[in-house]
C-alpha cells in the first residue's frame, strides 16, 4: 500500500515567487494534517483537513499561506509571494480518524529553499 | 494547549548499549505517538501508544497516561537508530487528532 506522496521533493525558489506544494494522502483516510519543520521552530502543524474540511487553520503563519483539499485524494498548500523565512521541510500527514485509531503517517516531506 | 517535553535533547551511546527516552505531557492526551527521524529526514512512526506497554523488536514503549508521560526503550542500540526522537500528543477528542511534537532527542550512536 502507498504511504503519504508529496511532491516535489525539492523546491528552489527566488523571493517573491508563488510556490504550490502538493500531497496525496493514504487512500481511506479521512484526515489531512499540513506540517512544518524548522531548526528554530520544531514540527509544527500548520492546517489539518478532516473529511475534506479545514478544521483548524490557526497554525497558517499568515495570508500568505493557503491550503485546500478539492478531494479526498489531493491537498495542496501555496504560498504566494513566498520569502527566505518560509524556507523549510513541509510534511504532509494523514490519518483515518474514529474508531479510537488517530495514528498518522508522515509523506517524506518537501524541502523548501527560498532565496 | 498542550506542551510537549523530552529528555534527554542529546544522547551519544555506544553500540550495544541500552537507552531511555523520555516524553512529558502537560496535560492529558489520548493520542500519543513516537517517531524516529533518520538522517535523510523522514519520519518513521514507531509507536501509536496512548497507554500501555508495546514492543517491536528492540524497540519499546510505555506510556502511563495517569502521570501523563511516556518512555521509549532501545536495547542493543545499532548505529542505525542514529537519528532524533519524536513525541507527539494531543487530545482528538477535542481536536480531531492534531498532534503536538516535542523538541526530540538527537541519538548518536557510535561504532
Known amino acids: 500500500d502507498a504511504g503519504v506522496i508529496q511532491s516535489p521533493r525539492h523546491e528552489v525558489t527566488e523571493m517573491g515567487q508563488e510556490v504550490t506544494l502538493r500531497c496525496k494522502p493514504i487512500s481511506g483516510h479521512n484526515s489531512l494534517f499540513w506540517y512544518r519543520q524548522t531548526m528554530m521552530r520544531g514540527l509544527e502543524l500548520l492546517i489539518y483537513?478532516?473529511?475534506?474540511?479545514?478544521?483548524?487553520d490557526s497554525g497558517m503563519p499568515e495570508d500568505r499561506f493557503s491550503a485546500k483539499m478539492p478531494n479526498a485524494s489531493f491537498s495542496t498548500l501555496k504560498i504566494q509571494p513566498s520569502e527566505p523565512r518560509d524556507s523549510a521541510v513541509y510534511f504532509c500527514a494523514s490519518s483515518l480518524a474514529g474508531q479510537g485509531a488517530y495514528e498518522q503517517y508522515f509523506g517524506p516531506g518537501t524541502r523548501l529553499t527560498v532565496t | 494547549g498542550i506542551q510537549v517535553e523530552q529528555s534527554p535533547p542529546d544522547l551519544i551511546l555506544q553500540e550495544g548499549a541500552n537507552s531511555t527516552l523520555r516524553c512529558n505531557f502537560s496535560?492529558?492526551?489520548?493520542?500519543l505517538q513516537w517517531f524516529h527521524q533518520n538522517p535523510w529526514g523522514q519520519l518513521i512512526n514507531l509507536f501509536y501508544?496512548?497507554?500501555g506497554t508495546k514492543q517491536n523488536g528492540r524497540l519499546s514503549a510505555t506510556t502511563v497516561a495517569t502521570e501523563r508521560y511516556s518512555l521509549l526503550y532501545i536495547s542493543s542500540s545499532q548505529t542505525t537508530d542514529s537519528g532524533v526522537y519524536f513525541c507527539?500528543?494531543?487530545?482528538?477528542?477535542?481536536?480531531?487528532?492534531?498532534?503536538?511534537f516535542g523538541k526530540g532527542t538527537k541519538l548518536s550512536v557510535k561504532p
Open positions: 496535560d492529558s492526551v489520548n493520542n
Open positions: 501508544i496512548p497507554s
Open positions: 483537513f478532516n473529511n475534506n474540511v479545514p478544521i483548524d
Open positions: 507527539a500528543g494531543g487530545d482528538y477528542g477535542g481536536s480531531q487528532g492534531n498532534l503536538i
